[in-house]
Nanobody, 130 residues
Framework: QLQLVESGGGSVQAGGSLRLSCRVS????????MGWFRQVPGKAREGVAC????????YYADSVKGRFTIAKGDGKNTASLQMNSLKPGDTAMYYC???????????????????????WGQGTQVTISS
């Protein structure tokens, strides 16, 4: 049973910053990578950022490059997402996810069949006001 504990999020004005954190508290097989995707009701899921635990290699969606930074903690169970220069278009529910076998960060950020290789937490709301 996969369990992820998310923290952070909230509401800020455009140009502000927020930090999301995530910890895998329980898993069946050690994940290879952790990432965040976001979703707005009625719209498609959008991959945001992803990081491999072993190498620290990161992947970002074009929409957040230069503004968001994903970093891993010690071990294979924690990561954070620092979000700067936030825009109203960043408003969404943000979900922390890890793979449970297979998949890749590239596919994750492209939001290609995330559900086939990753599990995620309950999500945290990020709201950016103009």
């Amino acid at each position: 049973q996969l369990q992820l504990v998310e923290s952070g999020g909230g509401s800020v004005q455009a140009g502000g910053s927020l930090r999301l954190s995530c910890r895998v508290s329980q898993y069946i097989s050690a994940p290879d990578f952790m990432g965040w995707f976001r979703q707005v009701p009625g719209k498609a899921r959008e991959g945001v950022a992803c990081i491999y635990f072993d190498t620290g290699t990161t992947y970002y969606a074009d929409s957040v490059k230069g503004r968001f930074t994903i970093a891993k903690g010690d071990g294979k169970n924690t990561a954070s997402l620092q979000m700067n220069s936030l825009k109203p278009g960043d408003t969404a529910m943000y979900y922390c996810a890890v793979n449970h076998g297979g998949g890749s960060c590239s596919a994750f950020v492209d939001a290609r069949q995330i559900g086939s290789f990753a599990g995620w937490g309950q999500g945290t709301q990020v709201t950016i006001s103009s």
